[in-house]
């Protein structure tokens, strides 16, 4: 099976500016969740969603959201792009969050960059 | 927020050798895992371990787990040059809405020298 893909791989945007990040999951599976590292905060987490819903947030401001098509492929968005936002956004795809065996599948990563 | 610590952030051995990194959480957990990731890249599942599980072997990995001291170790034997990465652990933890949320810790950075 093709792993979890995320594009664009790279970004550069200036402050204010917005950004789409597209993430694919491996086929079959229906929960993707949204991380943001950073190397001052760690692995954060975005949100997750699962058959087009989203079933968990964690704490961002508005400005980050989300959503899930019903392939499961997801994007999230940054509206008003501030120079902290500037990190690694990495997506991770499961058969279901709702299981205890919740194992994750990574993509490689967006590196944004806000100038 | 971060839950699970690793001890220590960063670990240096010669190859061949012995590593051990730890992990510690604060609330009660479905299971914990553990994660590599190289050099900024996505992070790849290494082993999970069920709260009533105690220890759990995978390969060159060994994975210890204390719920008493909500505290957990990866031991990786038998160190390779190819082992050099960023250890993360991840404890899932029941979020609402039929969800298990992962919070990761920020990780041990492992570096084996040839």
């Known amino acids: 099976k093709a792993g979890v893909t995320q594009t664009p791989r790279y970004l550069i945007k200036t402050r204010g500016q917005q950004v789409t990040l597209s993430c694919s999951p491996i086929?079959?599976?229906?929960?993707v969740s949204w991380y943001q590292q950073t190397p001052g905060q760690g692995l954060q987490f975005l949100f997750e969603?699962?058959?087009?819903?989203?079933?968990n947030k964690g704490n961002f401001p508005g400005r980050f959201s989300g959503r899930q098509f019903s392939n499961s492929r997801s994007e999230m968005n940054v509206s008003t792009l501030e120079l902290g936002d500037s990190a690694l956004y990495l997506c991770?795809?499961?058969?279901?969050?709702?299981?205890?065996?919740?194992?994750?599948?990574f993509g490689p990563g967006t590196r944004l960059t806000v100038t | 927020s971060q839950q699970g610590e690793e001890d220590p952030q960063a670990l240096s051995i010669q190859e061949g050798e012995n590593a051990t990194m730890n992990c510690s959480y604060k609330?009660?957990?479905?299971?914990l895992q553990w994660y590599r990731q190289n050099s900024g890249r996505g992070l790849v599942h290494l082993i999970l371990?069920?709260?009533?599980?105690r220890e759990k072997h995978s390969g060159r990995l060994r994975v210890t787990l204390d719920t008493s001291k909500k505290s957990s170790s990866l031991l990786i034997t038998a160190s390779r040059a190819a082992d050099t990465a960023s250890y993360f652990c991840?404890?899932?933890?029941?979020?609402?809405?039929?969800?298990?949320?992962?919070?990761f810790g920020k990780g041990t950075k492992l570096s084996v020298i040839p």
């Open positions: 991770a795809s499961s058969l279901s969050g709702g299981s205890p065996s919740y194992e994750q599948y």
């Open positions: 086929s079959g599976h229906r929960s």
């Open positions: 969603y699962f058959s087009e819903t989203q079933r």
């Open positions: 609330t009660s957990i479905n299971n």
């Open positions: 371990i069920r709260s009533n599980e």
């Open positions: 991840a404890t899932a933890s029941y979020s609402g809405a039929g969800s298990y949320q992962l919070t």
